[in-house]
């Protein structure tokens, strides 16, 4: 099956179609952040960081498209939001779609280590201590976005991470323009 999807993508790359997508989502993407940077900025608020470029964003909506045949979103999801959501995003790759067992047991085991080294409290605790340390990231976000991290959640999300990264600017905005 390998063989096939890898096929597929190279009719898909070849075909010229994934360049012409890329291209409009990457252009009409970059044109409305750069209209909400510019509305933030007339309103005094700052909710969007630096802008990719239309050609970065290009690359990735590709790289995205290219792993959703190739089952490889996870590694995307690595090389593009794990850098921007946790501290040291390499060690997190363990834990990416863990089992609720597994992830019990992990805990578990974290709180053992902290236990023996001098460190009270019950498991949750102690594993909030220890994600905060070492991903610098709270345990709720860790298990929302990297424990019971979801493939097709997480696609959407890249996909559509600047559409609503300009519906909250606009939001705060609207929110601003109204106080």
Known sequence: MGGMKQRMMNQLLDSGMTENLTS??????????TTAKRMEEAHGTETLGDLPTVEERQAALKRLIEALVTDSVDEVWIEQVAPALLDDPEKAESYLAMDDDEWADQIERWAEFYR???????DRVLAEHHVKRTFGVDLETFEDRVVNWERGEEAERIFAGNFRAVRRSMEEVTEEAEA
């Open 116 to 122: 023996e080294n001098g460190a009270e409290g019950n």
């Open 24 to 33: 409009v989502l990457a252009r009409a993407e970059h044109e409305l952040l």
